[in-house]
């Protein structure tokens, strides 16, 4: 932190990171972090990327981003870390909280069960708790059939792949919804000490 490489804004340590442009004949100036990015989307498959302090922030962001405001009800895992709900009532909504099966899954026949009881909830915060994927493309139709917009809450998966039947080829975890939530906190597949998380689309 006192070198300055972890922030965006500071070209006083920018040309430590020159890379030539293909498409001109001038260098081009990235920091650390816009670095990190790009690798970050090269990996995961993701168009953009843009890294955050948390986890927590980058759902916030995204909820914002998607058009949540005061008093709009969130569906969310019933099951899942603190940060989840916490992001959903930062932004001004209500959770609405999904049963989970034993392995930390949504359960499909509830979210089926709590759509019927509140047809006004427009968002699902859908959280992958330790790695444990519920069934993504059976939930994103769902989300689909009613108008509901899905954000990932990656931080316990990246690296994870998922393939629905119908696709001949695995993707990283995160290309469902509208926007993914990764983590780099300690305990995290890349660990950039206690933040640097990102907000992918």
């Not at 990932?152 to 998922?162: F, I, K, N, P, Y």
């Amino acid at each position: 932190m006192q070198s300055g490489h972890l922030f965006r804004y500071n070209p006083l340590f920018l040309s430590e990171n020159q890379v030539n442009d293909t498409n001109s004949d001038q260098t081009v100036l990235y920091s650390d972090v816009a670095l990190f990015e790009q690798e970050f989307c090269d990996y995961t498959g993701h168009q953009y990327a843009v890294a955050v302090n948390s986890c927590g922030s980058a759902m916030f962001l995204a909820l914002k981003a998607v058009g949540v405001e005061h008093g709009d009800k969130v569906f969310s895992n019933a099951f899942t870390f603190t940060a989840v709900p916490s992001s959903i009532v930062h932004a001004g909504g209500i959770p609405v909280y999904l049963e989970c099966n034993a392995d930390y899954q949504v359960d499909i026949d509830d979210f089926r069960k709590k759509i019927k009881e509140n047809p006004d909830v427009r968002y699902f915060l859908l959280s992958y708790m330790r790695g444990h994927i519920s069934d993504v493309g059976e939930i994103k139709k769902i989300c689909d059939e009613n108008n509901i917009c899905l954000i990932e809450d990656c931080a316990h998966s990246l690296g994870v792949r998922w393939r629905d039947e119908k696709d001949s080829e695995s993707v990283h975890i995160g290309h469902h919804g509208i926007a993914a939530c990764f983590s780099a906190q300690s305990n995290k597949l890349i660990n950039a000490g206690e933040r640097g998380d990102s907000c992918n689309r």
